[in-house]
């Protein structure tokens, strides 16, 4: 057993403790942690899209490149900070309309082409020279995909072959569901499993 005697470990050590103290009940050193690890992250991602945000997207380009375009953006996110002010705030409206929809304008087509028609190449598949698990898989990725869509098709009542049909889609559903459910709850168990090991390893040395 070797105790680190690094003073940021030391810091970090202590704080992850004070977290899971509040697996015991919520207390002081918890609310501590809770309000430290708020603060410096709000200063942190200030301080960093303050950086690539207005130093390198707005003063560099317009005062070092002669981009004077952009001062029409930097007038605009500056009238954000009207909305902090009641008398003011109608005049934010006017940025945020604009935010709105230049970036639907940006993102519908990018969405389209990635979440749908991309999505939807890929339950599409040929046999031929397919072998037979690969046939097997796209034929249930093809029959997840088209019984999930006629299940939300809600222009014809659910009955007969269609509710049978809408049930299946439901079951995929479900599967669907269970999975990501299954996946985040891996992922929380394996940040845990890091926490261990940085307090028994590089904290307290138990582990080698």
């Given at each position: 057993?070797a105790?680190?005697?690094?003073v940021g470990i030391?810091v970090?050590?202590?704080?992850?403790l004070?977290i899971f103290?509040?697996?015991?009940k919520?207390?002081?050193f918890?609310?501590?942690a809770?309000?430290?690890?708020v603060?410096?992250?709000?200063?942190?991602?200030?301080v960093?899209?303050f950086?690539?945000a207005?130093y390198?997207?707005?003063?560099?380009?317009?005062f070092h490149q002669?981009?004077?375009i952009?001062?029409i953006g930097?007038?605009?996110?500056?009238?954000?900070?009207?909305?902090?002010?009641?008398?003011t705030?109608?005049?934010?409206r006017?940025?945020?309309?604009?935010?709105?929809?230049a970036w639907?304008g940006y993102?519908?087509?990018?969405?389209?082409?990635v979440r749908?028609?991309?999505q939807?190449q890929?339950t599409m598949f040929n046999?031929?020279?397919m072998?037979l698990?690969e046939i097997?898989?796209?034929?249930v990725l093809?029959a997840g995909v088209a019984?999930t869509l006629?299940?939300?098709?809600?222009?014809?009542?659910?009955?007969?072959a269609?509710?049978?049909?809408?049930?299946i889609?439901?079951?995929?559903?479900?599967?669907?569901?269970?999975?990501t459910?299954?996946y985040n709850?891996?992922g929380?168990?394996s940040l845990?499993?890091?926490?261990?090991?940085?307090?028994?390893?590089d904290w307290?040395?138990?582990?080698?």
């Amino acid at each position: 057993m070797a105790v680190t005697g690094d003073v940021g470990i030391w810091v970090a050590g202590i704080l992850t403790l004070a977290i899971f103290s509040f697996l015991y009940k919520d207390n002081p050193f918890y609310k501590f942690a809770e309000h430290l690890l708020v603060g410096v992250s709000a200063g942190y991602y200030l301080v960093q899209y303050f950086f690539s945000a207005a130093y390198k997207k707005l003063w560099v380009p317009v005062f070092h490149q002669g981009h004077y375009i952009l001062i029409i953006g930097g007038i605009l996110g500056a009238l954000m900070f009207t909305r902090l002010f009641r008398k003011t705030e109608w005049i934010s409206r006017y940025p945020v309309a604009f935010y709105i929809a230049a970036w639907a304008g940006y993102v519908i087509p990018s969405y389209i082409q990635v979440r749908i028609l991309q999505q939807a190449q890929a339950t599409m598949f040929n046999p031929r020279g397919m072998g037979l698990g690969e046939i097997i898989s796209a034929s249930v990725l093809f029959a997840g995909v088209a019984t999930t869509l006629i299940y939300f098709y809600f222009s014809a009542e659910h009955k007969g072959a269609l509710k049978t049909i809408s049930r299946i889609g439901i079951t995929f559903l479900m599967i669907g569901f269970g999975a990501t459910f299954g996946y985040n709850v891996m992922g929380r168990i394996s940040l845990l499993i890091g926490r261990f090991q940085f307090l028994f390893t590089d904290w307290l040395g138990i582990v080698h």
